[in-house]
């Protein structure tokens, strides 16, 4: 791990005008909050929690040398002190690991509205099961603090031109696996996350289904950023025209993207699905040919959702592996990911972690074409046509049952089936 490239982003975070908290210069508490001491630690915390960013930024900056060290020097066992740093920031952040990051994240989302009107920017509003302080969180948003939210160029956007804000749909099933021989491994089982993009009331105008790669999700954030901007003061129908002429655009983009995959590894379009094309003979719309010909914005959108779904009918297996090949560099992690990976498998020699580097590029590749190609247009489907489209919470509530397909009606998330036989009293449930 380079050391230069730590610095610019703890310069980035910190300001060096002093601010004082009751009395009491912020760089006090930032001492406290790493005490030894809880009787000190516990309200120094708390304190900087309470002031916001500007007090996440002072407890970066005033351990600055040490996460410089500590990312610089990965396989070194951390010492007691180092674990008191990291855990005072990530009780201010609220996001585990946020030494890596230095990301900032509210958890009531009247705060983070309050924060976008101020600041005159949009709300990241990341759904997950469990919490994201967690180290067993949902795999997807692990998954998010290792190669999303460190990443150089993610992690900037987010600082700089987003209020980040959490929430927990409900806890994350964790699996324990007892070898009997004082062994145990400890597994998530289920659990997938989605990041909204919200305006300053809470509104939902964009969204990232699962796990991106660190480009692509880094593109997904400007458009978004662009298109909060470009609603600015509009009236509510010439909102409502902006968002679904976005949503009609989007879909029509990834549904040529994917043609144009599928052609690079040699597929052929799906049967009954009309390809309009310019003069230039470039591909310019793709939908079913039995679309209505009522032209209305509605039709238009179900029709184009409706010619993804066909593409994915003809994409098997071994078609998904081939266009992920073509999207590798969206999946590249970057230094401070890396620092991380290999901070958490300090026993694997050189050649292990290589590889599993590259399985884990490999399965962010795959993830990220099908969430975009798959997930994301039956979600811009669903904010254009639901007249519930505003309600985030029903939005999410959608999206878990219908996407996601673990519907808070099913306590069990789909991992028990009255059905199925297990030679286990009570299907091995266990009562407490």
């Known amino acids: 791990m380079n050391a230069k490239s730590v610095l610019p982003l ?29 009787a000190e630690s516990v309200p120094a915390i708390e304190e900087l929690r309470s002031l916001g960013p500007a007090g996440f930024q002072t407890l970066m900056r005033q351990y600055a040398h040490q996460i410089e060290d500590h990312i610089s020097h990965p396989n070194i066992a951390p010492s007691a002190e180092w674990a008191r740093i990291t855990a005072a920031l990530d009780s201010v952040s609220q996001q585990k690991n946020s030494y890596l990051s230095g990301l900032y994240w509210y958890t009531d989302l009247k705060e983070a509205q309050k924060a976008s009107v101020q600041s005159g920017k949009p709300i990241l509003s990341l759904r997950l099961l469990g919490k994201l302080t967690d180290e067993l969180s949902c795999a997807n948003s692990r998954f998010f603090r290792t190669a999303l939210y460190p990443d150089n160029e993610v992690g900037s956007i987010l600082r700089d031109r987003f209020v980040l804000h959490w929430e ?5 099933p964790v699996i324990t696996i007892d070898f009997g021989d004082g062994r145990k491994l400890e597994r998530t089982v289920t659990g997938n996350s989605i990041h909204y993009v919200l305006d300053s009331s ?18 997904s954030l400007l458009q978004a950023e662009n298109l909060y901007k470009s609603l600015g003061d509009k009236t509510e129908v010439l909102r409502r025209v902006a968002l679904n002429t976005y949503y009609r655009d989007r879909v029509n983009k990834i549904s040529l993207d994917w043609l144009a995959d599928n052609t690079k590894i040699g597929g052929k379009p799906p049967a009954g699905v009309l390809v309009d094309k310019d003069n230039n003979g470039q591909a310019i719309m793709i939908m079913p040919l039995a679309v209505t010909k009522a032209f209305s914005e509605t039709t238009v959108l179900r029709a184009m959702t409706a010619g993804t779904e066909a593409l994915g009918q003809i994409t098997d297996e071994a078609a998904w592996k081939k266009l992920a090949l073509l999207h590798q560099n969206d999946a ?30 490999d399965a962010i590749a795959l993830d990220t074409i099908r969430n975009e190609y798959v997930l994301r247009p039956k979600l811009y489907s669903w904010m254009s046509l639901d007249r519930s489209r505003d309600d985030l919470s029903k939005l999410n509530e959608r999206v878990y ?6 519907p808070s009606s099913d306590p069990w998330l789909g991992l028990l089936t009255p059905e199925i036989y297990t030679a286990i009293d009570n299907g091995g449930i266990v009562k407490r």
């Open 10 to 38: 703890l310069l980035l975070l910190v300001s060096t005008t002093q601010i004082t908290f009751a009395n009491e210069p912020l760089e006090n508490l930032a001492r406290k909050a790493a005490a030894e001491n809880t």
């Open 168 to 172: 927990s749909v409900r806890p994350v």
């Open 202 to 219: 809470g509104r939902p105008i964009d969204a990232m289904p699962g796990l991106y790669g660190p480009r692509a999700f880094a593109r």
């Open 332 to 361: 590249v992690l970057d230094e401070r990911s890396i620092s991380l990976i290999e901070k958490q498998n300090q026993g694997l020699r050189a050649k292990q972690m290589n590889k599993l580097i590259q399985r884990f590029q």
């Open 401 to 406: 049952a219908e996407l996601f397909l673990t």
